[in-house]
């Protein structure tokens, strides 16, 4: 068992692009973080700098206790899946998970116990004889990880290990890795750019962009609490509404206006903002259709004409317009909206976020 440390660390390939600038990051033994973050945001390049895969320019990386900046990755003790699992095709699923502690020269009985609870834990059992191309995606996946699991390893490391499965085995296999890792109570490192994998999966989730990591905390406090418009926009599904709002003096407080929204907010922080243009973002779930929402909002209502409509099931997602930004709003399905309508919106007041246009970083929330 082990955590891992990042000190300072750089990585700079060697066509002299740095891809990662100066990353801190301190992932507890046993925890279980995703790394999420745009395609290019580094995310593979700091797993492979753990599994020793790559090197690291400047800085110290530690496993446990140990600097491990030159150890090689065999002796690093952790056991890597990548999203092509890359099993052996010629070889059966007991060689597949095997194999790794036959090149050990680990006992056969050893190698047989192992395999044999791998393959329980992860209902392999009747596949055990046949090859990797008489199984399916979800199947593949799982010898994949019954490779990792077989050698005990302080750290499991999975880059996008579930892109290539459809909807129905992905959202099978996200459970199926979150209890595996709860069974083994070993540290897991998991890269994703799938939000939802992220905040069903993660004890803590990593936002990565350009190789900075923009917040690293538990995926309630990323949703409720994101430090930025990147974050905000990042977590959430669907993303999060963003509004350009005027700042007013009103009375003792003060008034966001957005389109034909009075947001009261009283917060001192908007003292130097009177004038000025910030940014709201209001999440889809916090709109709300319903009469005592909108009797509550008072003037914290938008008037909606509604661009595009899909059914959920439970409920329905409502497209529209505000000043040219893009608009979702989530109401229950008994509401009958369609395209074209013209509804009005209330805004949960205590549920938004409000950004700096500039910087992008949270004002208030
Ligand atoms: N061997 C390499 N040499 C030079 N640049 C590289 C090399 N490998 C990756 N990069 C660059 O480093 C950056 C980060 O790549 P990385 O693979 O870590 O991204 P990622 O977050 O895993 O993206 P994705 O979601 O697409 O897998 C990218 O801009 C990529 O082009
Ligand atoms: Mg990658």
Do not use: W
């Given at each position: ?20 600038p ?15 973050g745009?395609?290019?945001c ?27 900046n ?7 003790d ?6 092509s ?8 699923v ?14 056969k ?5 192992k395999v ?11 596949y055990?004889?046949r ?20 050698r ?12 290539n499965l459809?909807?129905?085995?992905r959202?099978?296999m ?15 490192v ?6 939802t ?18 917040q690293?905390?538990t ?5 409720n ?34 389109d ?5 907010v ?5 003292a ?7 940014v ?17 909002a ?16 439970s ?25 074209g ?9 205590d549920k938004?976020?409000?950004?700096d246009k500039?910087?992008?970083?949270i004002?208030?929330?």
């Amino acid at each position: 068992m082990a955590g891992i440390r990042f000190e300072h660390v750089e990585k700079t390939y060697d066509n002299g692009v740095t891809v990662i600038p100066d990353l801190n990051l301190e992932i507890k033994d046993k925890e279980f973080v995703v790394l999420v973050g745009p395609s290019g945001c580094g995310k593979s390049t700091t797993l492979r700098m753990i599994a020793g895969l790559e090197s690291i320019s400047d800085g110290e990386l530690y496993i446990g206790d140990r600097v491990v900046n030159d150890v090689a990755p065999k002796n690093r003790d952790i056991a890597m899946v990548f999203q092509s699992y890359a099993l052996y095709p010629h070889m059966t699923v007991y060689k597949n998970m095997a194999f790794a502690l036959e090149l050990r020269k680990t006992p056969k009985d050893v190698i047989d116990k192992k395999v044999r609870e791998a393959a329980k834990i992860l209902e392999l059992e009747p596949y055990l004889d046949r090859k990797p191309k008489a199984l399916s995606g979800g199947q593949r996946q799982r010898v994949a990880l019954g490779r990792a699991m077989v050698r005990d390893p302080q750290v499991f490391l999975l880059d996008e290990p579930l892109s290539n499965l459809d909807a129905k085995l992905r959202t099978e296999m996200r459970s199926q890795i979150s209890s595996l890792h709860q069974r083994l109570q070993t540290t897991f490192v998991y890269v994703t750019h799938d939000q939802t994998e992220a905040m069903t999966m993660g004890d803590r989730i990593c936002v990565m962009k350009d190789g900075i990591i923009q917040q690293f905390d538990t995926p309630q406090e990323l949703y409720n609490n994101p430090a930025n418009m990147f974050v905000a926009g990042f977590i959430g599904s669907p993303q999060m509404n963003f509004m350009s709002a005027k700042v007013e003096k009103a009375g003792s407080g003060y008034l966001l206006i957005a389109d034909t929204a009075k947001v009261p907010v009283s917060d001192e922080k908007f003292a130097s903002y009177v004038g000025k243009e910030v940014v709201l973002g209001v999440r889809p779930e916090d709109l709300h259709i319903e009469e005592n929402a909108l009797a509550k909002a008072g003037d914290a209502v938008l008037n909606a004409h509604i661009d595009l409509d899909e059914m959920m099931g439970s409920e329905i997602y409502l497209y529209f317009n505000i000043q040219g930004s893009k608009m979702i709003a989530r109401i229950p399905s008994k509401y009958q909206v369609r395209l074209g309508d013209d509804v009005k919106l209330a805004i949960d007041t205590d549920k938004i976020h409000v950004f700096d246009k500039d910087t992008e970083e949270i004002i208030y929330q």
